[in-house]
């Protein structure tokens, strides 16, 4: 059985997640990530990527069990990726412009979910450029030297993963063919994604040998999923949320 559980050093809590938001980015692509708070000011969102700040983007808002929110044009102001506060990591983004109409549906929905219209002081321009990473307990594999390896990914970034597993010598410097499953809801259809990895750093967990490795080459698409697997083991996304 494979599972994804948040392990982290606050006892396991949930970031609480009031929407999700569909964002259209300057280039033209579209990431499905999730805000922790909004107002008629500004929102918080989730994510593990770079954001640039001053870019532009247009944010669709799905408040939790709520219809969808007008699209609203929004500037990133602030950002933060700090890998001791996973949770913490996202960008703010202010509201651009807006007519009577959207700000009454945002109105509406901090009504309904029972929110406070407020606007919290951003500090702009902080962007830690560290990887935040997240606990997690589930099952992935390694490939080297025609042998595949069952491990235990502890914990997992944008950028790596540590890996606990049984036996088998995999030296700093090796890359080796990582299996990283993305399913975390559905644990009876695990997919997974394959990554190439360099091996950065070895240590022994009791009887147990650990590894850092660090992906080469990520794709963009890759890259999304990463982020999602990432972004569920940090909050409540469950589905609730409305579809995206």
């Not at 970031?15 to 280039?27: E, G, I, K, S």
């Not at 933060?80 to 703010?92: H, I, N, R, T, W």
């Not at 929110?115 to 992935?140: H, Q, W, Y």
Request: include cysteine; hydrophobic fraction near 45%; aromatic fraction near 4%.
């Amino acid at each position: 059985m494979m599972c994804i559980r948040n392990q982290g050093q606050d006892g396991g809590a949930k970031v609480r997640v009031v929407a999700r938001a569909c964002c259209r980015f300057p280039d033209g692509t579209t990431r499905t990530l999730y805000a922790t708070r909004f107002s008629t000011g500004e929102m918080f969102i989730l994510t593990v990527q770079p954001i640039q700040i001053g870019a532009d983007l247009i944010v669709t808002l799905w408040p939790r069990g709520l219809p969808p929110l007008p699209p609203l044009e929004v500037r990133v102001i602030s950002t933060c990726l700090d890998p001791a506060e996973a949770k913490e990591s996202g960008f703010v983004a202010v509201i651009k412009s807006m007519d009577d109409g959207a700000r009454g549906a945002i109105k509406r929905a901090l009504n309904d979910l029972n929110l406070i219209d407020e606007v919290r002081a951003a500090r702009p321009g902080i962007e830690r450029r560290a990887s935040p990473r997240v606990e997690t307990d589930v099952k992935a594999f390694v490939e080297a030297g025609g042998a595949r390896v069952e491990v235990r990914m502890v914990n997992l970034s944008m950028t790596g993963a540590f890996l606990t597993f049984d036996g088998v010598e995999l030296p700093v410097g090796l890359d080796v063919g990582a299996r990283v499953p993305l399913d975390v809801l559905d644990e009876s259809a695990p997919e997974y994604v394959s990554l190439v990895a360099e091996v950065v750093r070895r240590a022994v967990l009791g009887a147990r040998t650990g590894i850092g490795v660090r992906f080469v080459d990520v794709e963009a698409l890759v890259a999304g999923r990463i982020e999602g697997i990432m972004l569920h083991v940090l909050g409540d996304l469950d589905g609730e949320t409305g579809a995206g």
